[in-house]
């Protein structure tokens, strides 16, 4: 099986919980299963400069070693009109939400209120939806390749399930890669 991998994974302590204390036990983890296993771990570079963050140099090592890391062919890919007008269409939605959002706050705004604004704003403008390069980077490697995506990012979830890719279960994680986990035929990683 491919997988591409992004950094959710390791920094979200709901999934990364299933391979370490912390994220940087967890990755380490991770990418030494993934090394054992049969199975191919993308991550695009963008992915693994905003992991190297999270990490330890020891732990990108491992990542280098246990993962395949390169960019998706940006100017390659094919992303169907459709989808492009829907995301278009669905940011207009969250940017007047969040401007109403931000509206009624300014009303009385106290140091509390600006805090709340601020996360009610990020909620309603971010949450379920592609909101970085890296995300669009996770989705276009797997478009590329045919590869699974594995991601506790909702948005990224969401539109690499639009575009057609496999959204693995992260609760599962660890036994996709358990020593003996089956390798896939080339036809099943398609939903």
Excluded: C
């Amino acid at each position: 099986m491919k997988f591409v991998v992004d950094t959710s994974i390791f920094t979200n302590p709901d999934i990364y919980q299933y391979f370490g204390e912390l994220p940087d036990q967890a990755t380490r983890v991770f990418f030494e299963l993934a090394r054992q296993s049969r199975h191919d771990v993308y991550l695009p570079r963008s992915i693994k400069k905003e992991l190297d963050h999270f990490i330890t140099p020891e732990t990108s090592r491992v990542v280098e070693r246990g993962g395949i890391v390169r960019s998706p062919n940006r100017y390659e890919l094919f992303i169907p009109s459709a989808l492009f007008y829907e995301f278009v269409d669905e940011m207009r939605v969250r940017i007047d939400k969040g401007l109403r959002v931000a509206e009624r706050a300014a009303r009385t705004m106290s140091e509390e209120d600006v805090r709340a604004l601020r996360e009610q704003y990020r909620d309603s403008l971010r949450h379920g939806i592609i909101d970085s390069k890296e995300d669009m980077d996770v989705i276009l490697l797997a478009k590329e390749v045919g590869a699974n995506v594995i991601s506790a990012d909702e948005g990224v979830n969401k539109w690499a399930d639009k575009m057609g890719l496999r959204v693995m279960d992260n609760r599962h994680l660890r036994d996709l890669f358990a020593p003996g986990s089956p390798r896939e035929s080339p036809g099943e990683n398609q939903s």
